[in-house]
C-alpha cells in the first residue's frame, strides 16, 4: 500500500477497513462468535474499536504469528464452533449471501471456497521470461475469502503442514493435502482485496455507490 499504517487499519469512509469487514459478519445470524488475529502492537486499539462499533460476535482478539498461516493456526486454537470461515480482513465488500452459500456447501462437502473465473488469458512463463503455456481459462478460478471447513479437519491440516514444513499459499491448499476435496462456490468480482492505493479508491468508490443505493 506504500503507507506506514497497515492497509486493514486506513480508514474507509471515516471507518477502519477491518471494522467494515467484521461488520459484515457481526450481522449475519449463523456467524456464532468472531476471532481476530492481528499484530501484537495492535490488540488494544482493536478492542476499544471492537466495543466503540458495537461488535458483540468478536469474541477475542488475539496476537499472530510472524506469518499468516500460523496466525490462522492461533485463530483456530480460539474458535469453539464445529465449522470454521477463514476470512481476509481487507475483503470488505463479501456479501452475506455469499457467505451463507460458502458455508452451507462446506457443511454439504466438506470443505468451500468462494471464487470468481478468471477474465483474462493466463500464461505460464518460465524464470527468463518467456511464455512457456497457456492453460485452458475455462478451467481457472481466482480463489477469495472467506473459505470454510470443518474445525477439526482444518486444524489436523494446520498440524500436518507444521509437521512437514509446508508453507500454502491459502487454508484450502493445506486442506487438499489432506485428500479432501474442497468445492468451489462461485463469488462476485466485487469482493476485492484492498492492497493498493488503487484498489482503496476503488473501494471508497464502492462504498459510494452502495450507500446512494440504500437511499
Known sequence: ?????SKQYLLLKDKPI?????????????????????????INRCTEWISEYGLRKVVKVIP???????SVYKGLME???????????????????????????AMLSGAAVLAVPVKDTIKQVSGSGMIEATPDRRSLWA?????????S????AHEQAETDGFTGTDDSMLIERMGIPVAVVEGSYTNIK??????????AFMLKHRGEKNT
Not at 1 to 5: A, I, L, P, S, Y
Open 64 to 70: 499472530g504469528g510472524s506469518e499468516r498461516q500460523q
Open 153 to 156: 479437519d482444518l486444524k489436523k
Open 18 to 42: 477491518i471494522i467494515h469487514t467484521l461488520e459484515v459478519f457481526e450481522r449475519m445470524p449463523m456467524v456464532q462468535e468472531i476471532v481476530l488475529v492481528t499484530g501484537a502492537e495492535d
Open 79 to 105: 474458535i469453539s464452533t464445529e465449522w470454521v470461515m477463514v476470512h481476509d480482513g481487507v475483503r470488505p465488500f463479501v456479501e452475506p449471501e455469499q457467505i451463507e452459500a460458502c458455508c452451507r456447501k
Open 194 to 203: 484492498i492492497t493498493t492505493p488503487e484498489d482503496l479508491d476503488y473501494a
Open 1 to 5: 500500500m506504500g503507507t506506514r499504517e
Open 143 to 151: 480463489i477469495h475469502t472467506p473459505q470454510a471447513f470443518r474445525l
